[in-house]
């Protein structure tokens, strides 16, 4: 079993629809990220969590430790937000490196 | 641009050739590290430093592949005696290092190995 579980793998969308992406960890953690990944590779953090609740925009970020689980939502969405969305955490167990989720990898249509 | 930022971009080459990549984190960044991302796959940790000191490697990197930071700022991955499986992005990222680190990523290098 795989330390970061992502779900979806894949997600296609109408514009404007709700997005919820999430995330499940099994590792003591001092964060969790999101990071977006579009096509090329260029990869940006989108969110750095601990507890509680981030916003950015359309973007909303959440966390659960108790139940070490996470969720990524995206209000609106555009077709500008097809992306890789990656969950990864920063492992108590090994110096606060990243490990990493599969990835979901969001379309929007127009 | 004050972002991280990796050379080159693209790399092709063939089987058993060497390959140098170079990581230039952000200015003030103590911790460098580099992962690498095949096709469909989340990236996998290869290797970090903090400043100059390489303070872990994946089992990953095979004795064919070294990474420098020899002054603590830039670093360079590089890959001996390629192999197709190599093909892969390399990433590079750096962060300012306390309990709970921001990781900036560079746009990697791509590389194909024919």
């Known amino acids: 079993k795989n330390e970061v579980e992502q779900s979806p793998q894949n997600l296609t969308a109408q514009e404007g629809e709700f997005i919820t992406i999430n995330c499940s960890y099994s590792?003591?953690?001092?964060?969790l990220h999101w990071l977006q990944q579009h096509p090329g590779g260029g990869i940006v953090s989108l969110f750095m969590l601990s507890s509680g609740k981030k916003k950015h925009g359309r973007l909303i970020a959440t966390i659960n430790i108790q139940e070490k689980h996470s969720s990524l939502h995206i209000t609106a969405s555009h077709p500008r937000d097809s992306a890789v969305y990656i969950c990864a955490v920063s492992s108590m167990d090994s110096n606060y490196q990243l490990i990493w989720g599969a990835g979901t990898k969001l379309i929007i249509k127009p | 641009d004050t972002g991280v930022s990796q050379d080159p971009r693209h790399k092709i080459t063939k089987r058993g050739q060497n390959v140098t990549f170079r990581c230039d984190p952000i200015?003030?960044?103590?911790?460098l590290y580099w992962y690498r991302q095949t096709l469909g796959q989340g990236p996998e940790f290869l290797t970090y430093?903090?400043?100059?000191?390489?303070?872990?490697k994946s089992r990953l990197l095979s004795d064919r592949f070294s990474a420098e930071r020899p002054k603590g700022s830039f670093s360079t991955l590089e890959i001996q005696r390629t192999e197709q499986g190599d093909s892969a992005m390399y990433l590079c990222a750096s962060s300012l290092w306390t309990v709970q680190e921001t990781q900036y990523f560079g746009p990697g290098t791509r590389l194909l190995v024919l």
């Open positions: 590792v003591g953690i001092s964060a």
């Open positions: 200015s003030e960044h103590n911790r």
């Open positions: 430093f903090q400043n100059e000191a390489q303070l872990e």
